[in-house]
């Protein structure tokens, strides 16, 4: 068994290393992460650490400016649906942003 789950991961880290990182894909997946983690910190999606909803604006926000920074420097290497996609997924984020502060405690 073990030495099936090895030759398996050997035939992935030569699969891997014949590709070339693609810095368009690479920046596409930061920015679901980052809008993953915008929604988590609004308090909109569970935390899959904990399983609870928790609000810190704080880095709801910093995560929704890194989105709006990467939609900026991918939008020339995009198709126009993807462009469009993007920005309203950044839109929504934003609407979500101001509805969630307006519903905080100062200090939010």
């Not at 035939?11 to 809008?35: C, G, I, K, S």
């Not at 929704?64 to 939008?75: N, S, Y």
């Amino acid at each position: 068994m073990e030495e099936q789950q090895s030759q398996d991961e050997q035939m992935t880290q030569e699969h891997v290393r014949q590709e070339p990182l693609n810095v368009t894909d690479l920046a596409l997946w930061m920015v679901e992460e980052m809008q993953a983690q915008a929604w988590i910190k609004m308090g909109l999606w569970k935390d899959p650490l904990s399983g609870e909803l928790q609000t810190d604006l704080r880095q709801a926000k910093i995560a929704i400016d890194c989105v709006g920074a990467l939609i900026g420097v991918l939008k020339p290497h995009l198709s126009e649906a993807q462009r469009r996609d993007l920005e309203r997924l950044l839109t929504d984020l934003r609407f979500n942003f101001v509805e969630r502060s307006a519903e905080a405690p100062s200090g939010q």
